[in-house]
């Protein structure tokens, strides 16, 4: 029976001064959700994991359990990083960077943190006994961490950059509290993807090479051009600084040289996990995400170099599941396919989950704006497609039938991801025998795309209005200089139409903006219809008609140049996504499920924070369900939920774990982590629903 939570209107103080929320669902099992971080800060105001808040810790990326301490893996100044990279894109002689931010400015009141960066991304640990946060790492200007796993007695990190010139590393810290890079590679922007599979730890990115004869001349008769090293990497049991390869860029087809390898949103393997036997891998893919498997080969099957046999299980070669996990062959017509893809394993079902790049829609939105207030003939139909096809393409997630190989849409899920404002899903996790799944919400970015009609101008308080005044003066002026023939009176003249316009195109009373949006492009059609039918109806041999059709054929030539400028495919556009982010919740939506069909819902505001557009953490303690937020605004969140059906006593790893049908084969870390076989690191398992300590 489908619950849906039903949420306490207010937010209430603990007598520890943390901030907590109470949920209850329909079964009667209530939840608390506790903010960890500066409880008392509400809104706009700072936290980033650390005492007094620090808006430049922004990601609270991967998180990961030794002992009492939590260490979480961050970003840092992500956003300002990202503002850059396309600054640098846009600025010219008469352009600074001064002058775009001041533009971003405009556009966001602040809400982006300028900085240059002068220090990569922090790990943070958080003790569960003592409530200290401390920073324990800082990484190089520019690197950043996407992955945090615990293994035996050490906690493994892995880098990320947008530059893939920079050095890539996995990096260790020790049960004495040292920090070690114990694999470094070039040529790739992440090595996030990891997994324990058969007792070992597996990460998964590029690795440098030589290349053999063989290789160099492969590459030279393939006319492919040079592939990204895709590398899927064992850990050696005695000695961490040595990864043995079980994959490299020849097992997985054309991946390799696709052109997304190479991009800052991409990484070469996104993601790992390990399901029935197998290791599954994800890859991204400007023709849909794909999915790989792979494990020793068996008798009979195609071994590698390395012993492997790898297949492609979903995407456009292996015949069953087609881009993107579309139904239809190369993808779904007139919709971004989703490019990037994840895998998870609850409950012995394998569970995998689309990612699409919000961003490279807001940045062209933004480009195009900007183009078209500077006197550029730029169409918003053009500049707005992208973001129109991504909200009309809703976040999905797959379940795999193990007997027919096809990963099967869980529809449920696709029903609440449709009409929001989710660009992907985020994260999964499980705690207490259920299924977390969080996402990413784009709402905050479209709504300063949106502002001067979504209703955020109206609902701004007088001091914000007062500030946003001054940063469109700012803009004004700064447009008013790039481009010479513009008086600033002029430009201030061009955004005031703009304003106008938007003013008019607000639907009447019973009117939707589509059905506004419809009747603007009859309206114009059906001019233009008429008059040509009067211009098929004159003969044109009298001096009457002949004025009459030249008349006519100027004012439909008018019209359609009126058509041209208001381009009534771009106000469709731009209507649409008014109206869904309008009429969204923003910031992070989180769910759980116990089967993949019914779904509860605990947020879509972002735990009432709009500038928590992500959920990309979770983690599994004694105490609770530990989950990070990214907010690139005023700093990442952390918050534990807590079932309270086990009020009377500790819900603890084992609890979950006795549920799992397979327990009685397997071996648990206490933060779940799935052995096949009895595990050679040394530590606390579960096994049989009790705890083994192996020496």
Request: with cysteine; glycine share 10%; proline share 2%.
């Amino acid at each position: 029976m489908k619950q849906t939570i039903l949420w306490v209107l207010a937010a209430i103080l603990t007598l520890s001064g943390a901030m907590s929320a109470v949920a209850q669902t329909s079964d009667g099992a209530a939840y608390t959700i506790t903010r960890i971080s500066n409880p008392d800060c509400g809104e706009r105001q700072p936290d980033g994991l650390v005492p007094g808040g620090d808006r430049e810790n922004s990601y609270a990326w991967r998180m990961a359990l030794r002992g009492d301490e939590i260490y979480i893996a961050t970003a840092r100044n992500i956003a300002s990083v990202l503002v850059n990279m396309y600054g640098a894109r846009m600025t010219s002689d008469h352009l600074t960077m001064d002058d775009f931010w001041a533009l971003i400015d405009a556009v966001d009141n602040g809400d982006i943190l300028r900085n240059d960066a002068n220090e990569g991304a922090n790990i943070i640990s958080y003790n569960r006994t003592t409530g200290e946060f401390r920073v324990v790492y800082t990484a190089e200007n520019g690197i950043y961490f996407r992955s945090a796993v615990t293994f035996g007695d050490n906690v493994y990190f892995g880098s990320y950059s947008a530059n893939p010139d920079a050095e890539q590393y996995i990096l260790r810290l020790d049960s004495e509290g040292e920090f070690t890079k114990v694999f470094t590679t070039h040529g790739s922007v992440s090595m996030r993807a990891n997994c324990v599979y058969d007792d070992h730890l597996f990460f998964a990115g590029v690795e440098e090479r030589e290349l053999t004869i063989e290789e160099m001349l492969e590459m030279l008769f393939s006319g492919k051009g040079t592939p990204t090293y895709m590398a899927v990497l064992r850990k050696s049991v005695d000695d961490d600084t040595v990864w043995e390869r079980v994959a490299d860029y020849r097992d997985f087809g054309d991946l390799p040289y696709d052109n997304i390898m190479s991009s800052w949103a991409g990484s070469p393997i996104w993601e790992l996990a390990s399901h029935a036997g197998y290791i599954y891998a994800t890859a991204p893919s400007t023709a849909g995400f794909v999915i790989w498997r792979g494990h020793p080969a068996a008798d009979g099957e195609q071994a590698n170099d390395y012993g492997w046999h790898w297949e492609e299980v979903a995407g456009l070669n292996n015949g069953i599941n087609n881009p993107g996990l579309s139904s239809v062959a190369g993808g779904e017509p007139s919709t971004m396919r989703s490019l990037i893809g994840s895998v998870f394993e609850y409950q012995g079902r394998l569970y995998a989950y689309n990612f699409d790049h919000s961003f490279g829609g807001e940045a062209a939105a933004f480009a195009g704006i900007m183009q078209k207030l500077g006197g550029q003939n730029v169409k918003a139909n053009d500049y707005l497609e992208y973001i129109y096809n991504t909200l009309h393409n809703p976040q999905k997630i797959w379940r795999l039938d193990d007997e027919t190989g096809r990963f099967e849409e869980c529809t449920e899920f696709t029903r609440l991801m449709e009409g929001t404002t989710n660009e992907y899903v985020w994260r999964m996790g499980e705690y207490d025998g259920q299924l977390y799944i969080a996402t990413m919400d784009a709402g905050i970015f479209y709504g300063y795309l949106t502002q001067l009609t979504n209703g955020s101008l109206i609902n701004m308080s007088a001091e914000e209005l007062q500030t946003k005044v001054q940063y469109i003066a700012n803009a004004i002026s700064i447009l008013a200089r790039v481009k010479a023939n513009n008086t600033k009176d002029e430009l201030q003249t061009k955004l005031e139409t703009l304003k106008g316009l938007l003013a008019i195109l607000q639907p009447g009373d019973g009117e939707s903006e589509a059905e506004l949006a419809e009747k603007i492009g009859t309206l114009v059609e059906t001019a233009k219809l008429l008059i040509q039918a009067k211009l098929d109806a004159m003969d044109g041999e009298t001096l009457l008609d002949k004025l009459l059709i030249e008349a006519l054929t100027k004012a439909k030539e008018h019209i359609e140049d009126l058509a041209d400028r208001i381009d009534v495919e771009g106000v469709k556009k731009y209507l649409y996504i008014n109206n869904i982010v309008k009429n969204s919740e923003w910031g992070f939506d989180l769910y759980r499920t116990t089967d993949g069909e019914t779904f509860e819902t605990i947020t879509t505001s972002g735990m009432g924070d709009k500038y928590n557009y992500g959920c990309p953490s979770f983690l599994a303690t004694d105490e609770g369900l530990y989950f990070g937020t990214c907010n690139p605004f005023y700093g990442a969140q952390l918050y534990l939920l807590t079932n309270n059906q086990h009020a009377s006593k500790v819900v603890t790893s084992i609890d979950s774990l006795a549920a799992r049908r397979d327990l009685d084969n397997c071996y648990y870390t206490t933060s779940g982590q799935k052995f096949n076989h009895r595990p050679t690191a040394k530590g606390i398992y579960i096994h049989g629903g009790k705890k083994v300590v192996i020496k």
